[in-house]
């Protein structure tokens, strides 16, 4: 029963408007628009503002009665779990709801970038580079290597080949990392260059790309010395097993694999798909 409709309307709205004020959310819609153009993975999660000028009730209660069925639904259970006993709690709980068919969701990819494309735009604090490459979907079996891949460019113990450069003062920021959604994926580069305080400027963007492209180039020739990958690999692995220790890191690993549509041996078999990465 949609019985608030038009106070959580309201609410929505204001959320919306909050967002127009903030320039990294702004920074952040830019660079999804160009990421993945002509599909909704482009478009903001909160709508456009036409979108919440004149929603219908019906058509939100057409959406709840189509996709809000036992056939579209998952019920993720983790810890000490004696089945006979959950199993007669979730029948009398949910074995009420009426079955239906849930409809096929449109499956919509943003076309594949083919050669070099630059755009620009004056929206954040300070300027800021983004480098924009193809990726894979989530679960993809090239996934676990371009994660990896983009660790050796930067990660949280600022061994990459890019995080060096920040080290030395090149650049002021670079982080790597994989866009991967259900049907889509790109990798992204974000870069903040580096300031000359004497002649009050930032460095230009051809100049920090040209940095980016060397570091970029040496590890697409896997001239990166041994350590750093193995480095990497043991701290993806060390992360992955920590996150088995929180029952609720569990329960979204087995979210994501029920959303994705890849079966438990991918989640089960990580550590061993890691350790395969290699530089040859």
Do not use: C
Request: glycine share 6%; charged share 25%.
């Amino acid at each position: 029963v949609f019985r608030t409709f038009q106070t959580e309307l309201e609410t929505v709205y204001e959320e919306y408007n909050m967002y127009q004020d903030d320039r990294g959310n702004q920074l952040r819609n830019f660079v999804f628009e160009n990421a993945f153009s002509n599909s909704p993975y482009g478009r903001s999660i909160i709508g456009l503002g036409d979108h919440l000028k004149n929603p219908q009730i019906s058509k939100l209660i057409e959406f709840y009665n189509s996709w809000y069925v036992p056939e579209n639904m998952a019920l993720i259970l983790v810890g000490d779990i004696k089945t006979e006993e959950v199993a007669g709690l979730i029948n009398r709980k949910f074995g009420r709801l009426p079955a239906g068919n849930a409809p096929q969701s449109k499956v919509s990819r943003a076309s594949a970038f083919k050669g070099r494309k630059q755009v620009a735009a004056r929206i954040g604090q300070f300027p800021s580079l983004a480098l924009l490459y193809n990726g894979v979907p989530t679960g993809h079996e090239d996934g676990i290597a371009l994660d990896i891949a983009t660790s050796m460019l930067s990660n949280t113990n600022r061994t990459g080949l890019l995080d060096k450069l920040v080290l030395d003062g090149d650049i002021m920021m670079a982080v790597a990392s994989p866009l991967s959604f259900i049907n889509d994926g790109r990798i992204i580069i974000q870069v903040v260059p580096s300031y000359d305080y004497n002649q009050r400027r930032y460095e230009s963007h051809r100049m920090v790309e040209r940095l980016l492209s060397d570091q970029i180039a040496k590890l697409s020739k896997g001239e990166v010395e041994e350590w750093l990958l193995e480095s990497v690999k043991n701290n993806i692995i060390r992360n992955y097993l920590r996150s088995l220790e929180s029952p609720r890191q569990k329960a979204y690993m087995v979210q994501e694999a029920f959303v994705a549509g890849y079966g438990m041996d991918y989640v089960l078999d990580y550590v061993s798909k890691v350790q395969a990465v290699s530089m040859d």
